[in-house]
């Protein structure tokens, strides 16, 4: 299995419940072996470059106090931009390797569903459209790409027309979408007014159907978490979900 866990940790409100909740699916349901990288919507080094909490790295023993310790250290607010799609579509991009082709693949988000780095409908739209597509290929393995590698020095290799992209298999999405998220009775929504609430909606919806409409061994979860207790039993019935399709992948 591979997962990368991806937060958006601007809202001081229930950061500290999200946090707990990935530390409870961490230390309980992803089993060692497990490769597992946690990041933050947003967060990027001045590069642009992806600044992860801690990147891909396999569970072990010797190492999760470490990772433990890095997860329990997030519980610190962060002012980024939320760029939710370009996040993501990093996140895809690394999940995407061949090394993880037989692996089971997760990618779990905890959101507002907000994008403020696509502003207007047409270019939001588009941007979830090509991110549609990357969750449906996976990059080929060297010997299905048309390739043939020279026997002898040189290591170069023969090319012929051929696919550098097959088709995506056990890959899964779950959004838990905080976008109702009230506290004491009280909505935190951004901007309820905002013109883009029905595409940011419809874009979540739209992605996790395209998963499920391929009929392949990829699904997608949309989970509305609306309170404290919400977001803990949406990591927890993701975290069942990862279990058992991860004991279907063999």
Same mark, same amino acid.
């Given at each position: 299995m591979a997962v990368i866990f991806l937060l958006d940790r601007s809202y001081d409100q229930f950061r500290k419940t999200a946090v707990a909740a990935v530390e409870k699916v961490f230390t309980k349901y992803l089993p060692e072996g497990c490769i597992v990288s946690y990041r933050g919507v947003g967060e990027t080094k001045p590069t642009g470059e992806v600044k992860p909490i801690f990147d891909m790295t396999e569970k072990k023993p010797s190492?999760?106090? /470490?990772?433990?310790?890095?997860?329990? +250290? *997030?519980?610190?607010? !962060?002012? !980024?931009?939320?760029?939710?799609? $370009? *996040?993501? &579509? +990093? #996140?895809?991009? &690394? =999940?995407?390797?061949?090394?993880?082709? &037989?692996? /089971?693949?997760? =990618?779990? !988000? =905890?959101?507002?569903? !907000? +994008?403020?780095?696509?502003? +207007?409908? $047409?270019? #939001?739209?588009s941007k979830v459209d090509q991110l549609i597509g990357q969750m449906g290929t996976q990059d080929a393995p060297? &010997?299905?790409?048309?390739?043939?590698?020279? /026997?002898?020095?040189?290591?170069?290799?023969? $090319?012929? #027309?051929? #696919?550098q992209e097959m088709l995506m298999q056990k890959f899964n999405l779950a959004l838990v979408d905080t976008s109702e998220m009230k506290i004491k009775g009280e909505s935190i929504k951004y901007k309820p007014e905002h013109p883009m609430w029905p595409v940011w909606k419809g874009n979540a919806r739209r992605m996790v159907r395209s998963l499920a409409d391929r009929g392949t061994t990829s699904m997608g979860y949309h989970i509305s978490a609306d309170d404290f207790k919400a977001i803990d039993d949406a990591f927890e019935a993701v975290a069942k979900l990862m279990a058992d399709t991860d004991v279907a992948a063999g």
């Open positions: 190492n999760i106090p /470490s990772l433990l310790k890095l997860i329990k +250290d *997030s519980d610190v607010r !962060v002012n !980024v931009t939320p760029t939710l799609y $370009s *996040s993501m &579509e +990093d #996140a895809i991009k &690394e =999940l995407k390797k061949p090394m993880y082709t &037989e692996r /089971s693949k997760w =990618l779990i !988000v =905890l959101t507002d569903l !907000v +994008d403020m780095e696509y502003r +207007d409908k $047409s270019p #939001a739209i060297n &010997e299905q790409r048309g390739f043939k590698t020279r /026997s002898g020095g040189g290591g170069g290799f023969q $090319s012929k #027309a051929g #696919a």
